[in-house]
């Protein structure tokens, strides 16, 4: 890591000019990434999936869209006429290859006509024209007001709405997040260099991702993972490894030797916290599903960019604007005072005092935050599991306002709870589906329509709740009473759902196993116990329970969704859950490998659990503060979103790291560590041979050279840099300004 930084450092202009054609890359690949986006969403092997790929196969047509005339009597022969003279003119368009109706609404106040295209490489022209002679039905008929959406539009305006989230989310965040480095480092060029990472990073991995979708489609979530993981990472990554560098500036006052140090600590860390992340986001790649696996794809390579970028483009942007870097002020004479205040650092200060209180009652505090926890995840036993479908969107999108007037008014759904596929023709279909009309689930049946050449697909309305129990259960009951004399497939959303669970309950023994295990080695190869690894993992999974619980109150019961400006879906997405889950999980071990480095270290340095709790605290307590701040201002702007997914995610993310951040690192992490005591770092003496000879621990800090006449001090003042005690020794995690160490810690 040393080398990495010097490197960089030195060749500050070539590393700068790389990056310059990876972001112009990352810049140019935008376009064409959203245009290429796709539906992951189907389940290959599933009947679900078999059945989409049939209907896949058998589409002979292109877009379809309907266009709504409301306002006006359907009876009417002026209305008749008018809508007959536009299907003509539609139907003369060139690429557009059928318009049925009018039809009329139940109530007769409004009429649709449905258009299809004919397949093209592009359809945007004769979507163009059709709408356009379409909107002029106002004018031909005084009252009228056309609307055009539903069918495949959907799909087009909900990709639109994610990419308008995902700028307005970046667009805040940045100068947001800006701010609040600007107050952590007090210096614009300090302040600056975790934004331009993160920029790096976020078109950095657009690129790959670019690249990605030439052999795996990509979603909207996948690039919603991008911006989140690059814009939080990098920004952390940044903060970290430029705190380090001021720390490294006011002891060494050479900026070349403050790199070297500070890439040997903390650029170890930023690696260790990337590979953690990693870990997390693997136990994705247990489940059969592709649009978790693209997700992960996505979120690995979004983590090894912002690593990259972290290492690389920092240390060069150091080269050119380091002068500008100056330490904290407090820290310009920590290395000369560090002798006569080493008996008390750690012991002052707002963490410290925190944990004082707390290990005075550690069984009080630990009943208390499991109370609250719990109370948290309470909602969690009625929750509901469900796919959104128009539920997640916002009706400012004018096809989901079509879509709605379709089902209401037409008896057209534009989402299909249950229905039934079939390589026959619609009126075999039909003569099948009847025999379902009197079930207690279906409410209505509607006519069946032909796909394609020879095959046919009828939608039963189910009662209630499209994704319900009711549905589900109509759904077994199609499924063991299929059509003799042709292959048929049972699915819609219920169907859909159903297939989810299956795929996801037969991955999550594997992928919970990744996460864990990989996080418990991780653990015992930092502290060499693995009693603080069950208990992180414990402790983490209670965190998240409450985080699930909160958003089963907002997104399901409505609990604040109206003041919060979040749409209730009536349940979580099961993918949501694993999503949150893997990223939640992998952020809050990164918080709890920041504040267990620290208390270790004084716990190796002989002191007694308590204190090094006390010190590892007030040591950490900053950083991680500091971190979750600038991750919960990422996470709020994407909370803001008006897609529901992008709501679950960011309010999930926002949820788990608040929590984390406070009341578990704070509060609950060291009232545990208290009464374990020194049990906390047990191991059996097998496992502390073997930690012995592979152990990871903290890097060595490089030697303080001795130096006078300090090139580093802003007011050109000869201050001797010495060796402060413990000081060459501070994790690679360290704070934004620590404290030197207390007397008696180890020098390394």
């Known amino acids: 890591m040393k080398r990495i930084g010097v490197w960089c450092w030195r060749r500050r202009t070539l590393v700068v000019g790389i990056w310059l054609l990876v972001m112009a890359g990352g810049a140019v690949a935008i376009g064409p990434l959203f245009a290429g986006m796709g539906d992951t969403t189907t389940l290959a092997g ?48 060139a690429g557009v290859q059928s318009v049925e109706g009018p039809i009329a609404a139940t109530d007769g106040r409004a009429a649709t006509l449905l258009v299809t295209l004919a397949p093209a490489e592009s359809q945007y022209q004769p979507f163009t024209d059709a709408g356009t002679r379409l909107a002029q039905l106002s004018t031909a008929l005084p009252g009228a007001s056309v609307s055009i959406g539903g ?87 940044g903060l970290l490894l430029v705190a380090r560098y001021r720390d490294e500036l006011a002891a060494r006052g050479d900026r070349q030797e403050a790199v070297a140090a500070a890439w040997h600590t903390a650029g170890r860390t930023i690696a260790y916290s990337a590979l953690t992340v990693i870990a997390a986001l693997a136990g994705l790649m247990a489940f059969d599903v592709g649009e978790l696996r693209a997700l992960a794809a996505a979120g690995i390579a979004t983590v090894i960019v912002a690593l990259l970028a972290g290492l690389t483009l920092t240390a060069a942007l150091l080269g050119f604007v380091g002068r500008w870097i100056t330490p904290r002020r407090g820290r310009r004479r920590a290395g000369s005072r560090a002798g006569s ?31 609250v926890l719990l109370a948290l995840a ?34 057209i759904s534009s989402q299909a709870g249950v229905a039934v596929l079939a390589r026959t023709d619609p009126a075999t279909l039909d003569a099948y589906a009847q025999r ?6 279906v409410i209505r049946v509607e006519p069946a329509s032909e796909v394609g050449s020879g095959v046919s697909i009828v939608v039963l309305d189910a ?28 699915t819609g959303d219920a169907a859909r759902l159903m297939d989810l669970q299956d795929e996801l309950a037969a991955g999550l023994p594997l992928a919970v196993t990744i996460v864990v295990l990989s996080m418990l080695v991780v653990l015992f190869l930092m502290t060499g116990s693995v009693v603080v690894g069950l208990k992180a993992v414990v402790v983490s999974a209670l965190s998240l329970a409450a985080t699930f619980g909160v958003l089963t109150a907002v997104f399901q019961d409505g609990w604040l969704a109206a003041p919060l400006g979040m749409l209730t879906v009536g349940g979580l997405s099961p993918s949501m859950i694993v999503i949150v889950f893997a990223f939640a999980f992998g952020l ?28 590892g605290l007030q040591r950490s307590g900053r950083i991680i503060t500091s971190a979750a701040l600038l991750m919960l201002i990422v996470f709020a702007c994407f909370a803001a979103a008006d897609i529901g997914a992008l709501q679950q995610i960011g309010l999930g993310l926002f949820v788990a790291v608040l929590i984390d951040a406070t009341l578990v690192r704070c509060l609950l992490s060291p009232a545990l560590m208290t009464v ?73």
């Open 676 to 748: 374990l005591g020194k049990a906390a770092w047990w191991a059996p003496a097998p496992l502390r041979r073997l930690h012995a000879r592979i152990g990871l621990p903290e890097a060595t800090a490089l030697p303080v050279t001795v130096r006078t006449g300090d090139a580093a001090a802003p007011d050109g003042g000869a201050e001797p840099s010495v060796p402060a005690a413990g000081a060459d020794a501070a994790p690679a995690g360290d704070a934004v300004a620590p404290e030197p160490e207390p007397a008696g810690s180890r020098t390394r």
């Open 46 to 93: 599933t009947e679900t999936g078999r059945a989409q790929a049939v209907i896949d196969g058998a589409i002979d047509h292109g877009e379809q869209f309907f266009a709504v005339v409301d306002g006006v009597d359907a009876g009417a022969a002026t209305t008749t006429a008018a809508l007959s003279a536009a299907a003509d003119d539609v139907r003369a368009i």
């Open 151 to 237: 069918g495949d539009l959907i799909g087009d305006d909900a990709n639109a709405a994610v990419q308008d989230d995902l700028r307005n989310a970046e667009i805040w965040s940045l100068p947001l997040t800006l701010v609040l480095l600007l107050i952590v480092f007090g210096g614009v060029a300090a302040a600056a260099l975790p934004a331009v990472a993160a920029i790096a990073t976020m078109l950095g991995a657009t690129a790959v991702l670019l690249g990605f979708s030439a052999v795996v489609t990509i979603s909207a979530d996948a690039i919603t993972v991008v911006t989140l993981l690059g814009l939080g990472l990098s920004i952390d990554y």
């Open 463 to 490: 009662r209630g709740d499209g994704q319900g129990a009711g549905a589900q259960a109509l759904v077994d009951r199609l499924r063991q009473d299929r059509p003799a004399g042709y292959e048929s497939w049972v």
């Open 341 to 371: 205040r080493a008996g008390t650092d750690g012991e002052s200060g707002f963490f410290a005092g925190l944990a004082r209180r707390t290990q005075r009652r550690p069984w009080l505090t630990l009943a208390g935050c499991a109370v």
């Open 378 to 411: 309470a909602p969690l036993l009625h929750v509901i599991i469900k796919v959104p479908q128009l539920e997640g969107l916002p009706r400012t999108l004018e096809s989901v306002r079509v879509a709605d007037v379709l089902d209401q008014r037409f008896g």
């Open 436 to 441: 379902w009309a009197g079930d207690p689930e």
């Open 588 to 615: 809050s071990m990164d918080y709890e490998v920041f504040l267990l480095a620290r208390i270790k270290e004084y716990y190796d340095a002989g002191q007694s659990p308590d204190a090094a709790v006390r010190h």
